[in-house]
């Protein structure tokens, strides 16, 4: 009862705040509608017969039995992509302190919310051996309103919920978590959640087609809805505090959970040391996506410190208004509509796929995708985890009304 008096649910009507009044045109929420993927491959799964010995070692090191399933052998036009991608996705699906039943109702839910076939395909089964029935299997779809879950696993389900559809967590959802979760298994779920945000984004986007001989598929009788809370005003005081001494202080606080922070690393050195995008094209889908999620610190690292902005030409007033602010020559706007795409949709569309790729080979728009899908993951975090600004830091803009 006392969760059931904790939550009265309601359908969230549009709102990022603080609005722009004539200064953009609205970006819808997540989950406004339920996104549907390509039904045929954007990018091919690369044949066997043109693989490297780099591939093959690729391929040893994170297939089971050395098979490659579709999203790892499109991940191999790419390699340094899948050394960004692969640890992080063994570690929410293998090794984090969540149960296994925990770990495949968030990422079940998180497939669900993105509309990733292969992603549900390939942990469907695996939900079935951590226990869960067809039964429950399909109540996921169906959401933490669903009769028949119990309270804390209806509190996991409104975490990727409200994760997904507010790039935040309520205090409520929060409360409840830590009621039965240390912060290890606190961090874990948010961060799987998060990673499965990002691997829908980019699989999606690529048109990863599940692989042959699995049969398990998104319910197709099962309306797509999402109920949560309206979005809670941006926290004041960290819920997890960072670790003491130098650097910034979303290190210290990924730094709290050294196994976790251990895999996540490589996402990030891929994006700001290996990907081959120019620091300016870079800095414009991660501020944008930023923006959309209404992560502040993450704004502000990036016109700051760490993405230094302004010195790759940048005007953040500009970027705050998107794509139809004046100004932008048509391949970055496309950049702009396809970050807010992935926001709103969970890919990008075939009309900015394909402006995109008139400037932008194969490797090039996987890692747009990727920077944006994760630094998505890297905002929800920071919003949730209630990261603070460092001191003097530049704050979001409120750009000029048209």
């Not at 640890?87 to 509309?115: F, K, Q």
């Not at 990036?302 to 953040?316: I, K, Q, S, T, Y």
């Amino acid at each position: 009862m006392q969760m059931k008096k904790l939550w009265v649910p309601f359908i969230v009507a549009f709102s990022i705040l603080p609005l722009l009044v004539g200064a953009q045109a609205k970006v819808e929420p997540p989950g406004s509608r339920q996104p549907r993927a390509p039904a045929k491959p954007r990018v091919q799964p690369l044949p066997e017969a043109q693989w490297t010995d780099a591939h093959r070692q690729l391929v040893a090191k994170y297939s089971r039995d050395n098979r490659a399933d579709n999203a790892l052998r499109t991940l191999l036009h790419l390699p340094p992509l899948v050394d960004a991608v692969m640890p992080y996705t063994i570690y929410v699906a293998d090794e984090s302190t969540l149960s296994p039943r925990h770990r495949s109702v968030l990422m079940l839910r998180a497939a669900w919310l993105a509309g990733n076939q292969p992603l549900w395909a390939t942990y469907a089964p695996r939900a079935r051996s951590a226990g869960l029935t067809a039964a429950e299997i399909r109540r996921i779809a169906e959401g933490p309103e669903a009769s028949g879950w119990d309270p804390f696993e209806a509190t996991l389900l409104r975490l990727a919920d409200q994760l997904y559809r507010n790039s935040s967590v309520t205090d409520a959802t929060w409360k409840a978590l830590s009621a039965s979760y240390d912060l290890l298994h606190l961090m874990d779920a948010v961060e799987t959640a998060n990673h499965v945000i990002v691997l829908s984004m980019l699989y999606n986007s690529l048109g990863v087609q599940p692989d042959e001989g699995t049969t398990d598929r998104l319910p197709t009788d099962v309306k797509y809805r999402i109920v949560v809370p309206p979005r809670e005003p941006p926290l004041t005081v960290a819920r997890v505090q960072p670790n003491a001494g130098d650097g910034i202080a979303v290190g210290r606080t990924f730094a709290k959970h050294a196994a976790l922070n251990a895999k996540r690393g490589a996402r990030a050195n891929f994006i700001n040391r290996v990907s081959k995008l120019t620091p300016r094209h870079r800095e414009m889908f991660i501020l944008r996506i930023g923006w959309d999620c209404r992560a502040e610190y993450e704004w502000a690292q990036h016109v700051g410190n760490v993405g230094r902005a302004r010195e790759h030409g940048l005007d953040p007033v500009k970027i705050a208004q998107g794509p139809d602010a004046p100004g932008w020559e048509p391949f970055e706007r496309n950049i702009l509509r396809a970050v807010d795409e992935l926001y709103r949709d969970a890919m990008v569309s075939d009309k900015t796929w394909a402006a995109l790729g008139e400037q932008y080979d194969t490797s090039s728009l996987m890692s747009g995708v990727f920077t944006s899908s994760s630094y998505r993951a890297t905002s929800l975090a920071l919003n949730t985890f209630g990261v603070q600004l460092e001191p003097g830091n530049e704050r979001f803009p409120t750009p000029p009304s048209r």
